[in-house]
């Protein structure tokens, strides 16, 4: 089993995303996240898919989405040398008292503070799983009240 | 009722209105037309002579043009029976059928049949009213999501929001569901796009940048094909239902003549190649013969064309055909390597597949595999014990196909009925054998005989029965007596739902849990009382003279066999069994 990040162009058709979800559901595949967005055809959008699955599932996978009518074309981009981004919002309890000390974990990280409450910080983080995953860990101890995460997207390098 | 959308007269096609390179035009400016309009000039711009359906609110203003369109309609009495009936059509034909129906309760009562349609992949083209655009979402009267529910069920479907998409909707939706691997496509059209106006346009090409099926075969995988073939001692063609939709079954039997390929066909291909034909094994699988089991086991070649490693056919998986080179010919790739391994993929339609194959390949002989499958066919005849307290259902049947000489089309239910069926008609023509072999829907036969027969009306359709699936849509009577259908349905009358019964006594301790059906009505006066010709059979030597009369009336006929109760089906691979270590049975 592994993580492959497939990046799939859609016609931007109501339902496109349900009968992508659907498929993967009724054909138990596992989504391990999905990140979905026009691109610059304002008829066709992207959907950036995780999942994990070893070759003869990935496989079915792909067949099975590019059964859609809707679905376009599909790149297995795991292998392929690019740009992975997240986006992640972390409400975290603090208060004057280890304010600092958050604002610190999150300068290390380059995460920006979007709000301050007198009881709760919102730090915005980008960057790909991994750098999200450590900062979500540092900061747990002093109390996550919401995480939200967009799912990520990819990119490949280079003018392919 | 709310109606949405502008309520208009029905345009009435005055004699200067004509066509112009596919627009709708009076005295040179484009007309606009009503939604409803535009889906019947539609309709008859893809040559559709026929739509199974039934009314409600929520497709009145389409029911409005049809009352005097020149297309067929056919009423019948439960929406199951217009998919089924359609379905049946599209399978006789090769050409789509066409269903309607109202919103809500109305389209969720096509589910069943669409997704009949979907897992044997026919092409049908189904129509549902909706809601009016405005009430959508709403939990409004007679609402339901029909594209939602019936998403996995379908090829693909739509919704459609605006007159202006319909014309573009229907082009693609029967372009959808006749190429490629067919399948059904539903239409939900809400009410006030019915009733609203656009300019019609019937677009002579389809732009769908996602749906671009693969008909031809690579020829570098095709000549590795030819090499294999021409390598092996005992190649096996096992051919299913893709080889009837594509209309290779003169190319199979020349691949199979020329290099003497035994043939064994899924349930879904049988009519694919003729049964008596020296090279045919008939079915395999788990009520496959005996010597289709073993051939395939014994093969080092398997072909598979058009026919996707159903569990039913490969029983046990891991030990299916284990010393074969498995070559694997299919339109949709997904089918690839979804169930088995395979050595040589080729994504392409049967017919252009094996037909791009026979240059290829020599004229070969093949003694010694030939005999080997003789000493299978005799140890494994089909055969079936005499009837114990009534006639023997098998009897029933091959006196059917002798009196038809092979050349009805059959319709089955599902059951012991179909799998006899199978085992004792003797197919002669592709196109003959209509059954529901992927989703198993007792209740599919009849309304699909219906179906077919319009879209054959010289030929004789015979609907085999059992007494448990007639009754799932026996309502139909009413559709057949009232277009005078003829088609004649043979009943193998055993009071109980007979394969479950089977399974029960083979694998429950005979406990027939809710498999008695005591409380079956007179078949015969049933019939009557709708008009039918009705006919009770009792004893084998009233089978022949009765099947005599009955398919020589004129109209819709049910013929009631008494048949032995406890019959069973056999030869059997018991469930999860290797396809070789069948159960015999009595003989
Ligand atoms: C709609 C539907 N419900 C239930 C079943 C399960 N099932 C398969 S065969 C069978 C019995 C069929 O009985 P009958 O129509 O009398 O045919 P027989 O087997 O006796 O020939 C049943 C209940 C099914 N296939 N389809």
Redesign the interface.
């Known amino acids: 089993m592994m993580k492959h990040t497939l990046s799939v162009l859609v016609m931007n058709q109501p339902g496109v995303l349900a009968r992508v979800a659907g498929l993967f559901s009724r054909r138990g595949f596992n989504i391990e996240s999905l990140a979905v967005g026009v691109t610059d055809e304002p008829n066709i959008s992207r959907m950036t898919i995780q999942v994990e699955a070893d070759d003869a599932t990935l496989e079915q996978i792909t067949k099975q989405l590019h059964k859609l009518i809707d679905v376009i074309k599909i790149s297995d981009i795991t292998t392929d040398e690019r740009v992975d981004r997240e986006l992640a919002l972390i409400k975290i309890s603090g208060d004057a008292a280890n304010r600092s000390e958050i604002l610190q974990v999150a300068d290390i990280f380059r995460a920006k503070i979007v709000d301050v409450a007198e009881k709760s910080i919102v730090i915005e983080v980008t960057g790909d799983e991994a750098k999200i995953d450590a900062l979500v860990q540092l900061t747990r101890p002093y109390g996550i009240i919401e995480l939200v995460r967009t799912g990520k997207i990819s990119m490949v390098r280079g003018s392919k | 009722m709310n109606s949405g959308g502008t309520a208009r007269h029905p345009l009435v096609l005055t004699p200067g209105l004509r066509v112009d390179e596919g627009v709708l035009v009076l005295g040179g400016l484009p007309v606009e037309m009503r939604g409803a309009e535009i889906l019947i000039e539609c309709l008859k711009a893809e040559k559709v002579e026929v739509v199974f359906g039934y009314p409600g609110g929520a497709v009145l203003p389409i029911y409005d043009v049809l009352y005097d369109a020149d297309i067929r309609h056919i009423l019948v009495r439960h929406e199951q029976g217009a998919a089924h009936a359609a379905d049946g059509y599209a399978r006789a034909t090769g050409r789509p059928g066409v269903c309607i129906a109202t919103s809500g309760p109305g389209a969720t009562n096509l589910v069943t049949g669409l997704a009949t349609a979907y897992m044997d992949s026919v092409p049908v083209v189904a129509f549902t009213g909706q809601v009016a655009t405005s009430m959508i979402g709403r939990d409004s009267f007679q609402e339901a999501d029909i ?2 529910i019936t ?2 069920i379908t ?2 479907n739509y ?1 459609v929001k605006s007159t202006k998409d319909l014309a573009r909707v229907i082009k693609e939706a029967f372009h ?1 569901a006749t190429t490629g691997r067919p399948g059904p496509v539903l239409i939900d059209l809400p009410k006030d796009v019915s009733n609203g106006t656009a300019e019609f346009t019937y677009p002579e090409t389809v732009d ?4 671009k099926p693969t008909y031809d075969g690579h020829p570098k995988q095709i000549k590795e094909l030819a090499r294999a073939i021409e390598a092996a001692q005992r190649p096996v063609l096992y051919v299913g239902g893709g080889v009837v939709s594509s209309g290779a079954s003169d190319a199979l039997r020349k691949v199979a003549e020329m290099q003497e390929i035994p043939v064994a066909t899924t349930l879904m291909g049988l009519s694919a190649f003729p049964t008596a034909h020296p090279l045919s094994l008939g079915m395999l699988g788990m009520h496959g013969t005996g010597y289709a089991n073993l051939a395939v086991t014994e093969c080092d070649l398997l072909i598979a064309v058009g026919a996707r490693f159903d569990d039913r056919v490969t029983g046990k998986i891991e030990t299916f055909a284990p010393k074969a080179r498995v070559a694997h010919v299919d339109i ?3 089918e690839i ?2 169930n088995v391994r395979f050595d040589i993929p080729i994504v392409g339609d049967a017919k252009r597949v094996l037909e791009a194959l026979i240059p290829q390949l020599e004229t070969k002989t093949r003694p010694e595999w030939l005999a080997q499958i003789a000493t299978f066919k005799n140890e494994w005849p089909l055969g079936y014990a005499k009837g114990r307290d009534g006639i023997a259902p098998q009897y029933v049947i091959e006196q059917i196909s002798e009196l038809t000489k092979g050349e009805a089309i059959i319709t089955t239910e599902v059951g012991q009925n179909q799998m006899w069926t199978a085992q004792y008609y003797r197919f002669k023509q592709p196109r003959s054998f209509i059954t529901s072999g992927g989703l198993g829907t007792m209740g599919f036969g009849f309304p699909a005989a219906i179906g077919a027969q319009i879209g054959q009306p010289n030929r004789l359709v015979i609907d085999i029965a059992g007494d448990g699936s007639f009754q799932m849509n026996i309502q139909e009577l009413a559709t057949a007596v009232q277009y005078g259908i003829p088609v004649k349905i043979a009943i193998l009358n055993n009071g109980y739902l007979g394969m479950v019964r089977q399974w029960q006594e083979m694998f429950h301790n005979k406990r027939y849990s809710a498999t008695v059906l005591s409380g079956n009505p007179n078949f015969v006066a049933i019939a009557e009382a709708y008009g039918a010709k009705g006919f009770r059979v009792e004893s084998e030597d009233q089978v022949r003279p009765v099947l005599e009369q009955a398919l020589a009336e004129p109209g819709p006929v049910v013929m009631d066999f008494a048949v032995s109760r406890e019959a069973n089906v056999f030869p059997m691979v018991p469930p999860n069994e290797s396809i070789n270590m069948m159960v015999r049975g009595d003989r």
């Open positions: 594209t939602g998403m996995p090829k693909h919704l959808i769908l940048p996602g749906y949709d790739p997904a390597g979804k």
